[in-house]
């Protein structure tokens, strides 16, 4: 039986060895496919035969982009081992908990977060602790690269795992493996029309499924290239699709807002540009029709971290017509919406999404439960409620229970009503997410107070600080006498979100 092919780094090291693969803003340092691909067999030699991981072993990585961080990624590509990206954004508790659920062998930082890792209590259970400087001799070194490396790699073995809070406010590990890898490349290039000649800017962060799998591994997969920065900066961005002729572009909607904002937006020529991919969040049309006026079209995209990510997408053609809509499934998808009583929808009716593919998850990490609960024959139920018209262009009615998107990260209220309500003046609080005209939505807290005590909305703003990464602290605290409820007793959050016309 044809064992399929996982490493393709090393096969584009053969077929086009001196194509850029890679390019270090920072650093202003540029690799080739044979280069990069030499100094991945070493690092991987490494893991294996001087630090003794195995295939299964995790690697938890404190770090911000890097091409160190890509170098780790092809490495762990060729010998099992699987990666596990951390949220820098996060408190110290929260990493924590992470760090417990991953049970890491190996946990690499940046320097930058030497101060920071010395609050974190799970790093007592890891048995390697090193500072990414390691991968860094390798990247810029000129270290033997001959050695060889034995490690029999399954098309369904982990690459990845990628945390992503639930409903519950609880985080999960959804698993990233060879196979959901291969067919979103293939979805995404059938769909993008990607050729070895594209090239683009990567800038999302690599603890997000956006940051690895909408561009760069499938990318990486048709032997095209990149520019890695470490963080988002409009005028630097814009300056560097004019100089290097970039020909995708991907952001989520904020992240264009800022660049069409910039003073350079009209002066900088980005006729290389063919479209730009928006996810994270729908784009407003007055937005959209600004990147229009631009030359660039915008082709609106949706999926999810267990899905994909590359699910759907709206033909930029259509970008202004079926304004709202996430487009039609891509290839290698079956979809249906499905009610609560369990039967299909028609056109115009309201259901939840579900997806089978090759693209699904085959689980949650340490979580059989909850991956029995997500997955029924195959079929991945994604909490979003979407109707479909008489076209067949989907649209997303209302996101995942009362999750809201702030700035392109997922904020699960759940999570930050559970943190606020541990105050012990707090009696209820309910968060939901309002709009906001820099980062689309932020958090908006109402909170009863027990009796007799007394604290003010700067009070519960500091009592978050520190303890909750900055996206997911509520931007607004409204202290009530008692929340909405409804008949069952629980509390009634379409009647709180009406309340801020009025709060």
């Known amino acids: 039986m044809y064992k399929q092919e996982t490493d393709w780094l090393k096969k584009w090291a053969i077929y086009n060895p001196n194509k850029m693969f890679l390019r270090d803003h920072e650093k202003d340092t540029k690799w080739n496919y044979f280069t990069f691909n030499q100094k991945s067999e070493t690092l991987a030699y490494k ?11 995790r690697i938890c990585v404190y770090s911000k982009n890097s091409a160190e961080y890509v170098l780790l990624f092809t490495a762990c590509i060729k010998t099992g081992i699987i ?40 790093l007592s259970k890891v048995k390697l602790i090193n500072s990414t400087e390691v991968i860094t001799n390798i990247l810029y070194g000129n270290e033997d690269s001959s050695k060889s490396i034995i490690a029999d790699i399954d098309i369904e073995d982990p690459v990845m795992i990628l945390y992503t809070a639930g409903t519950t406010g609880l985080s999960k590990g959804a698993i990233i493996n060879h196979r959901m890898l291969f067919w979103n490349a293939v979805n995404t290039c059938l769909r993008l029309d990607i ?19 909408v561009l760069f591994t499938p990318f990486l997969f048709h032997g095209a290239s990149h520019t890695l920065l470490q963080k988002f900066d409009s005028d630097t961005i814009l300056q560097l699709m004019e100089k290097e002729k970039t020909t995708i572009l991907f952001g989520v909607p904020t992240m264009l807002q800022m660049m069409s904002d910039s003073a350079l937006f009209n002066k900088v020529d980005l006729s290389s540009v063919r479209y730009a991919i928006v996810g994270g969040a729908p784009m407003p049309i007055p937005l959209i029709n600004i990147w229009h006026k631009k030359g660039i079209f915008i082709r ?52 939840e999404l579900w997806i089978k593919s090759n693209i699904v998850t085959p689980g949650y990490w340490n ?13 991945f139920h994604t909490g979003d409620m979407m109707t479909r018209d008489d076209e067949g262009y989907y649209y997303v009615v209302d996101r995942k229970k009362n999750m809201f998107i702030s700035g392109g990260e997922n904020v699960y209220p759940a999570e ?19 709009a906001d005209e820099k980062w689309g939505e932020v958090g908006k807290a109402y909170v009863v107070l027990n009796t007799g005590h007394k604290i003010s909305e ?24 008692e929340l909405p409820k409804n008949e069952a007793g629980k509390i009634d959050r ?10």
Request: glycine share 8%; with cysteine; proline share 4%.
């Open 47 to 57: 893991l294996l035969n001087e630090l003794k991981l195995v295939k299964g072993d």
């Open 494 to 503: 379409k009647k709180l979100i009406n309340l801020n016309n009025t709060h």
């Open 195 to 213: 050729t070895s000649n594209d090239h683009t800017q990567s800038y999302a962060p690599f603890f997000h499924t956006g940051g690895w799998n």
């Open 416 to 434: 930050i009503e559970a943190f606020i309500i541990s105050n012990s003046a707090v009696k209820e609080v309910a968060v939901v997410g309002v």
């Open 83 to 122: 990666l596990v990206p951390l949220n820098f954004r996060l408190t110290p508790r929260e990493l924590d908990i992470l760090i417990s659920d991953a049970s890491p062998i190996l946990f690499l930082y940046e320097n930058e977060y030497t101060e920071d890792i010395k609050k974190l209590h799970s």
């Open 458 to 481: 700067n009070d519960l703003y500091e009592y978050c600080k520190g303890k909750l990464a900055k996206y997911k602290i509520p931007k607004y605290f409204i202290l009530l006498e």
């Open 367 to 379: 979580k059989d439960e909850e991956t029995k609960k997500t997955i029924t024959d195959g079929y």
């Open 300 to 351: 609106q995209g949706y999926g999810l971290t267990e899905v994909g990510p590359n699910c759907y997408s709206l033909h930029q053609d259509d970008a202004i017509r079926k304004k709202g809509s996430i487009g039609f499934p891509n290839f290698f998808l079956d979809v249906k919406l499905v009610k609560e009583d369990g039967n299909e929808c028609g056109n115009n009716e309201i259901g």
